[in-house]
């Protein structure tokens, strides 16, 4: 047996531990002692546990002289005189064969049946976790560079454990992290933390962080869940559910803020082998788990309230670890760090990436990154051949672990068929700034190598993976000197999964949320053939609706939930600012389009002057799709909290349909003035302006749409390419159409702001409405600095 000294603290207990204490126990069980002894008092569930000191490691390594095999082997590894593999495997063998000093070994058994006792049972199922002394830190993660064992019970298995804790911090990976960190092999100490094990098996698990890992968006919590035991998730080897939660409601009682609930395919869990200990295996997760929810909304809820209460206890945004037991249904919290990559983008700088020209589309997955790369793929399936990659290659594998690091950091891009949002690939991508496709299902399968693709993750949560390589821009955004103008400025929006990315530009609100958008992308098929399933003729169309809605009895609710939440996205970016929602403003052939469609819209010679906007929706034949489009609204405004949220009606022709419109938007919720509700108009028709006083007695404001009313005075289609030149919205007549509303609007004392693209296209053109007396100009996010600044300059020459 080797010997040390006696008189070295050999382990602490973790509710005698604080977060301050890393040099004795480690990022990972310090933070864990910090949760126990501070945070469990405000109803943070961690489940006991205890850690060995970083002087225990030290004594082990003395005790066994391995100091001379580290230094040793690490110099012949810099000298180049054997592989970093070879250098692995010689020190890991050599502290694996090492003996646990008498005091140690004694220590760590007595404190595993404490552990016991204190649960109800002698030799209890435990996670063994490595905690290295310089890991978590704000500017380098050390996350996953150690290892963990699961389910481990008994005392022979536990040491057994605990040795192979320490051989870990030799693996190739940790090596060479530490390389790339400048730390030095002798300079970091591994605590071993001993926890008592969830019943996750057979409740989920997951990982959450207290911010939006795309964006940096500080008011999102992101929550990924999956079935099994969580290493799964961290791993990225399954697709789990996405949930977000908008943060700044979580204290409010009387509404549910979750903002995203996506299905993930969860395709198998991590289950004990047996209850014996020390085995764990993955079986496929059956259908009836595939299709639900890991997490009911009162669950999301709570995870997303715990991330808070950690994040305000640590000051900073936090990346965790929870787990469900099966047993007791409780949800606890297994680790907490902090997180590393978007709390340190420098607030004034934003890039912009947008595709210009691409080839077909290949495959899609989940976005990490929001930039865009182009290269050859590099197809590795397994890491013991990470050897073939070719510097500079997009990565394309199945998915990632901590060994596949020392490559990763040098591909120009990564893409692999399993994994969320916070899966190892996604989290290491984004600490490298390497843009990432995870969860993509069958990469490895449909790509192959030496193919030139582009990776394209500037399109909010989708990523997009092109044959070829696309043509595209980068933007630079400085924010650093964005004027302030006494005109608001607020955004055009559409796509909610991209809405986040703008949430430092310094906006009033959004002017136009197109609801369409939602529709189109996320609900996809058309609302009546929801509402009448069983009418539905194309046997195709009834099986992609069965797909698509899984998980709901009721077809006509996925269209509420998707819609309000989707709009939920928007309204939470804008929150307490305005946000304009203008009801659904498709023409027929667009509904045409959407799944199922087709037997329900009539065929129209014009369809951009037909059956369109306001006469739709009091109209016998579509009045039951407006129907779940108020419910919507209505659940977003009043279940969700979002109060911000204004709509608006496209395309009113006449006082009688607005007359209409308001009467059945009443009778399906949507009351004005109930509630603090504005209805606003749309201003996009000849007769809004000449009828302006008249509309005003019966919506709250205007919204122009300069395209629309464009077209309309000028009679040229704004989809013509032949009468392109003739489309012009600084048209003496348009402006006098703008002028003569804006004018009107504010001798009734309405609110009249302009969504078209006129300012965005030709920032001048905002000039003229700051003349005009406007009240809000909304434009495209990429436009909005340039338009910011020609307010300005207008204001300044009005006086």
Not at 171 to 189: C, E, K, M, P, W
Not at 273 to 294: C, M, R
Request: hydrophobic fraction near 40%; include cysteine; charged fraction near 25%.
């Amino acid at each position: 047996m080797a010997t040390a000294s006696q008189d070295i603290r050999q382990l602490i207990w973790f509710e005698e531990l604080r977060r301050a204490d890393v040099a004795l126990v480690g990022g990972k069980n310090s933070s864990l002692g910090e949760m126990v002894s501070q945070l469990e008092p405000l109803g943070i569930k961690v489940p006991p546990g205890y850690a060995t000191t970083s002087d225990a490691f030290r004594a082990f390594i003395e005790a066994n002289d391995l100091h001379h095999v580290i230094e040793e082997t690490m110099s012949e590894l810099d000298d180049g005189k054997i592989t970093l593999p070879e250098a692995g495997k010689k020190v890991r063998a050599a502290v694996i064969a090492g003996e646990f000093p008498e005091a140690s070994r004694k220590a760590i058994v007595e404190a595993y049946h404490e552990l016991g006792r204190r649960v109800g049972g002698d030799n209890p199922s435990v996670a063994v976790r490595s905690s290295a002394t310089a890991e978590d830190l704000p500017d380098a993660s050390f996350a996953g560079q150690q290892e963990t064992y699961l389910n481990v019970v008994g005392e022979k298995a536990l040491l057994e454990t605990c040795r192979k804790c320490f051989a870990s911090l030799f693996t190739d990976r940790a090596i060479s992290y530490r390389n790339v960190q400048g730390f030095g092999h002798l300079d970091v100490a591994l605590s071993i933390g001993v926890q008592l094990m969830v019943r996750s098996d057979i409740g989920g698990s997951g990982v959450m962080f207290s911010i939006d890992t795309e964006t940096g968006w500080p008011h999102a919590v992101l929550i990924n869940a999956a079935w099994g035991l969580g290493e799964n998730v961290v791993q990225g080897a399954v697709t789990p559910d996405e949930y977000q939660v908008y943060k700044p409601f979580l204290d409010r009682k009387d509404v549910t803020p979750i903002i995203e609930k996506k299905l993930g395919a969860k395709e198998k869990k991590m289950i004990y082998a047996g209850l014996e200990g020390g085995d764990i295996k993955n079986v496929p997760t059956s259908k009836a788990e595939k299709e639900a929810f890991v997490l009911s909304d009162e669950e999301i809820v709570e995870l997303a309230r715990y991330a808070k209460t950690i994040e305000d206890h640590y000051g900073q945004p936090m990346d965790m670890e929870w787990a469900r037991d099966g047993v007791n249904g409780g949800i606890y919290i297994v680790q907490a760090r902090p997180e590393t990559v978007q709390s340190r983008v420098q607030a004034g700088a934003m890039k912009r990436f947008s595709v210009t020209s691409h080839e077909k589309i290949l495959l899609k997955g989940l976005s990490v990154g929001a930039a865009v790369a182009t290269g050859t793929i590099c197809l590795i399936e397994d890491v013991k051949d990470i050897d073939k990659f070719t510097d500079g290659a997009i990565l394309v594998t199945t998915q990632t672990d901590p060994d596949w690091v020392p490559i990763m950091k040098r591909a120009k891009a990564i893409i692999t068929d399993s994994g969320g949002r916070t899966s190892h690939a996604a989290i290491v991508s984004r600490e490298l700034g390497v843009p990432a496709i995870v969860g993509t299902g069958n990469a490895t399968h449909v790509l192959h190598d030496m193919q030139d693709v582009t990776v394209d993750c500037s399109e909010g949560d989708e990523g997009l993976i092109y044959e070829g390589f696309a043509e595209y821009e980068v933007e630079e955004l400085d924010l650093t000197h964005v004027p302030e103008t006494k005109t608001k400025i607020m955004l055009n929006l559409a796509n909610p999964s991209t809405s986040a990315r703008w949430w430092r530009l310094p906006i009033d609100g959004v002017g136009l949320a197109r609801m369409e958008f939602v529709i189109n992308n996320a609900i996809i098929a058309h609302p009546l053939a929801l509402i009448h399933f069983d009418k539905v003729k194309k046997q195709s169309d009834r099986d992609f609706i069965e797909e698509l809605t899984k998980g709901y009895d009721d077809k006509s609710q996925f269209f509420i939930d998707t819609l309000a939440r989707g709009l939920s996205r928007i309204a939470a970016l804008a929150y307490p600012n305005k946000v304009i929602v203008r009801m659904s403003d498709f023409k027929t052939n667009e509904y045409a389009e959407l799944v199922g469609g087709k037997q329900f819209e009539p065929k129209e010679e014009n369809p951009m002057i037909g059956f369109r906007g306001a006469s739709r929706y009091y109209s016998e034949s579509y009045e039951p799709g407006y129907a779940l489009e108020c419910k919507a609204i209505k659940k977003l405004r009043e279940e969700m909290g979002f109060d911000n949220v204004v709509i608006m009606i496209p395309f009113c022709r006449s006082l009688e349909e607005a007359d209409k419109v308001l009467e059945v938007s009443a009778r399906h919720g949507l009351v004005r003035g109930e509630n603090g509700l504005e209805i606003y108009v749309m201003c996009e028709i000849p007769a809004n302006v000449i009828l302006a006083e008249q509309f005003a007695d019966r919506f709250d404001g205007f919204s122009i749409g300069s395209n629309d009313l464009t077209q309309l005075t000028m009679g040229v289609d704004r989809d013509s390419g032949t009468l392109a030149d003739l489309f012009d919205e600084s048209n003496e007549a348009v402006k006098w159409m703008i002028s003569t509303v804006i004018d009107k609007a504010h001798k009734t004392g309405s609110y009249v702001g302009l969504c078209g693209q006129a300012p965005s296209n030709n920032p001048t053109f905002a000039k003229f409405l700051v003349e005009a007396g406007i009240d809000t100009i909304s434009v495209t996010p990429d436009s909005f600095i340039a338009v910011k600044e020609n307010v300005a300059e207008a204001e300044k020459a009005k006086g």
